[in-house]
């Protein structure tokens, strides 16, 4: 039994991604959504599967270019 892989905790400020689990860099490409956050690509794939189409991302400004947020609005007009 290995239940010592509380990855939440282990690098401060750095978010698991919602998909993989793997902690999400600082400075990597990440998706911001509702529901936790991403790596881009985690994200991308994930949504691909489900929708069948990329994800509608927005850049974030200025020193957060590399944090997108989710259109989600549209989510559901599919
Ligand atoms: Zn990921």
């Not at 790596?39 to 489900?50: D, I, K, S, V």
Request: hydrophobic share 30%.
């Amino acid at each position: 039994m290995e239940d010592d892989k509380v990855t939440e905790i282990s690098m401060k400020g750095a978010p698991p991604c919602g998909r993989c689990h793997m902690l999400v860099a600082r400075y990597a490409p990440q998706v911001v959504a509702s529901t936790g956050t991403y790596h881009r690509e985690c994200y991308e794939a994930w949504y691909f599967g489900r929708h069948g189409r990329r994800p509608t991302l927005l850049s974030g400004t200025n020193g957060d270019r590399h944090r997108y947020q989710v259109r989600e609005a549209r989510e559901k007009a599919a």
